[in-house]
């Protein structure tokens, strides 16, 4: 029976079936003559002419631990061992499309939603994969990398996986998700013709619902905010901190990094943040959480592949099995993301933050409104490509809100809670 500790469906439960591919990508990826993409020998040429770099990507391999599940495949055949290996499977990854995993019988295995993830998970575990990715230099990097499996996910190409298969986006397992099983009434889409219309696998995953499939909860009462993304609830912070301790055990919200010491961190600060991740199969566009006017859009470079050392080899409960799931509240400091400010109608809210934050593959970012637009409460404010990730709403400390998770507890094992649906109400200082 497969564990459930893969949040959001990203790679398989069962930590076996990822092993098995693992496998067969580093076998393949040993056979493998061909050219490194442009991006990937820059990324070579970097590690082999930077010392400290070299350094750090050869220790990283070296400190997973010797034992299994960390070394060896269930077959006892070793995956990715060192960074020559690392960037032949990279450079496999860059012309394929995420996809079901199945076995020799059809039967599922699970999906391969992040591949350079799952590539470099237990490195990013160690302590010289911590350092390594926290450089400011190896993310350049990787953003050249990640915007050419981008351009690939964007390509015709791309849509091959777009079938009914049973590895197949519009599959039997596929259909069997219920983020899926109802997929053609949900989104819009065309049935009837090749990869039911869908021009790529991004234009694919960055779908549309059918008009009626997620009404705004509450459109006139600009007392209630909505779920800007279908996403479920991890935290709901109050008195965040201007500093903290963002790389400890708890993962502290620090809003002078989470913001990136933008001028509207003071009107922040003690305030509250609330934040919610998002599934592999779900819908990733960003929707605005309450009507008003944008006043402000920031785009903030940061990592791709980094988690804290407590999550690591050296943390208390072992390495996160599918890093940095664990460690949402640290890269809200720390990855590649972007804020909008939103300056809402309803003078009790004042101004509120959002925030999308970058996590692994999901390196895009893309807002689509403009500074000095007015939002409709429910109105699309941007999108997620090439995966999913987590997100933040912000608010002042002088605003009082009764929050309603939809009877769940927030966490790693909370649910979806449906975009544009209720999440909080203004409450009267009365």
């Known amino acids: 029976m497969a564990t459930p500790y893969r949040v959001g469906a990203w790679l398989p439960s069962d930590h076996a079936h990822l092993s098995h591919w693992l496998k067969a990508l580093a076998e393949k990826a040993n056979q ?14 970097l590690i082999e ?31 990715a061992r060192n960074y020559l290996q690392m960037l032949r499977m990279i ?19 699970g999906l391969i939603g992040c591949p350079i993830n799952a590539i470099l998970d237990w490195a990013m575990g ?26 690939y996910l964007m390509s015709p190409d791309s849509a091959s996986v777009l079938n009914e298969k049973p590895n197949g986006w ?16 949900m989104y819009i889409c065309s049935p009837e013709i090749l990869h039911h219309g869908f021009h790529s696998w991004d234009d694919f995953f960055t779908r549309q619902f059918r008009p009626g499939q997620r009404p705004v909860a509450a459109p006139g009462d600009d007392n209630v905010v909505v779920n800007a993304c279908e996403s479920a609830p991890f935290r709901c912070s109050h008195n965040v901190q201007r500093f903290d301790a963002f790389w400890i055990k708890s993962q502290c919200y620090s ?25 592999a199969l779900s819908y990733h566009r960003w929707h605005a959480p309450v009507s008003g006017r944008i006043i402000s859009i920031k785009h903030i470079p940061g990592t791709y592949y980094s988690e804290p050392l407590v999550e690591g080899f050296n943390g208390p409960d072992g390495p996160d099995p599918s890093g940095p799931n664990d460690s949402q509240g640290y890269i809200t400091e720390v990855a590649t993301r972007a804020l909008v400010v939103i300056q809402a109608d309803n003078p009790a809210l004042s101004l509120v933050g959002f925030l999308a934050v970058g996590m692994a593959e999901v390196s895009t970012c893309d807002v689509t409104v403009e500074v000095g637009k007015h939002v409709s409460k429910g109105e699309q404010l941007g999108m997620f490509h090439f995966g999913g990730s987590t997100h933040c709403l912000i608010f002042s400390p002088k605003v009082k809100l009764a929050f309603d998770f939809h009877g769940q507890t927030p966490g ?16 009267s200082e009365t």
């Open 412 to 427: 790693l094992d909370a649910s979806n809670i449906p975009i544009n649906s209720a999440i909080a109400r203004v409450v």
């Open 126 to 151: 160690t302590t010289a994969g911590y350092a390594a990715f926290i450089q400011p230099k190896v993310n350049r990097h990787f953003k050249d990398i990640l915007d050419a499996w981008g351009a």
């Open 170 to 185: 519009f599959g039997c397992h596929a259909k069997a998700t219920k983020e899926l099983k109802h997929f053609d009434e």
């Open 255 to 279: 809003l002078i990094h989470m913001l990136d010491s933008d001028p509207l961190t003071d009107y922040f600060e003690g305030g509250t943040v609330y934040q919610a991740f998002l599934s």
């Open 91 to 109: 450079n496999l990854v860059l012309t394929h499309a995420p996809e079901f995993l199945v076995d020799e019988d059809d039967q599922p295995l």
């Open 49 to 79: 002419t930077d010392a400290e770099i070299y350094m750090l990507f050869n220790q990283m391999w070296g400190q997973i631990p010797n034992k299994p599940p960390y070394n060896r495949s269930p077959t006892n055949k070793p995956a």
């Open 32 to 45: 493998d003559k061909s050219e490194f993409h442009p991006s990937v020998a820059k990324l070579k040429h």
